[in-house]
């Protein structure tokens, strides 16, 4: 298994764009969800998903969104770049939910000039 | 709103001593705790878990104790070695949290040979 796999890893992006984080899982796991990590803070959750079809808000939604099409990814959708998003970009999966081992990607550094 | 934080930013141990790393919660109504640990790079990796019913559970080298009394939690390494250089995690949910996880600070934790 390649477990969660995130691209790319590394993003610039202009004030204004848009772009999609890719985030995909092989363990057919139900529970799917995104963080963003800043200095001198801990993950923030963005949106998370229970399964296909099913997401939710976390802490700091606004500027994301996601939709979970099939249970392998979950894309995470920066609709209109801004300097607040330049962070590092993490997503994990577990089989059920958040009491199962959460496995996290290497992640994806968002740099937005 | 709710939050769980850290005692110490940083921490300084000898190969071989045992560590301690601290956390405070503040959710009374958390009862899943989780401590992750983080590599540079990488994303954050699972080490243990304890659920609220319990005040102490043992892994490999790991030992996490909770006091619900005073909403503490503690990540014990025995004979600590350089490979165990990382950020380590706190990170809770339960009550109205349920279906998210909220992460503390992080502790930095250098293990010097």
């Known amino acids: 298994n390649a477990g969660v796999t995130q691209t790319p890893k590394f993003q610039v992006l202009k004030t204004g764009q848009s772009m999609t984080l890719q985030c995909a899982q092989d363990?057919?796991?139900?529970?799917m969800s995104w963080y963003r990590q800043d200095p001198g803070m801990g993950l923030r959750l963005i949106h998370y998903?229970?399964?296909?079809?099913?997401?939710d808000q976390g802490e700091v939604p606004n500027g994301y969104n996601v939709s979970r099409s099939t249970t392998e990814d979950f894309p995470l959708r920066l609709l209109s770049a801004a300097p607040s998003q330049t962070s590092v970009y993490f997503c994990?999966?577990?089989?059920?939910?958040?009491?199962?081992?959460?496995?996290f990607g290497p992640g994806t550094r968002l740099t937005v000039l | 709103g709710e939050s769980v934080g850290l005692h110490l930013p940083t921490l300084s141990v000898q190969e071989g001593d045992n560590s301690i790393i601290n956390c405070a919660y503040s959710n009374s109504a958390s009862d899943y705790f989780i401590w992750y640990k983080q590599e540079s790079g990488k994303g954050p990796q699972f080490i243990i878990d304890?659920?609220?019913?319990?005040d102490k559970r043992q892994g490999q080298r790991v030992t996490v104790l909770l006091n619900k009394t005073v909403k503490h939690l503690s990540l014990q390494i025995a004979a600590t070695q350089p490979g165990d250089s990382a950020v380590y995690f706190c990170a809770e949910t339960g009550g109205t949290s349920y279906g998210k996880l909220t992460f503390g600070q992080g502790t930095i934790l250098t293990v010097h040979p």
């Open positions: 994990a999966s577990s089989y059920r939910g958040l009491r199962d081992t959460q496995y």
């Open positions: 304890i659920r609220s019913n319990m």
């Open positions: 998903s229970v399964g296909a079809g099913i997401t």
């Open positions: 363990m057919n796991h139900e529970y």
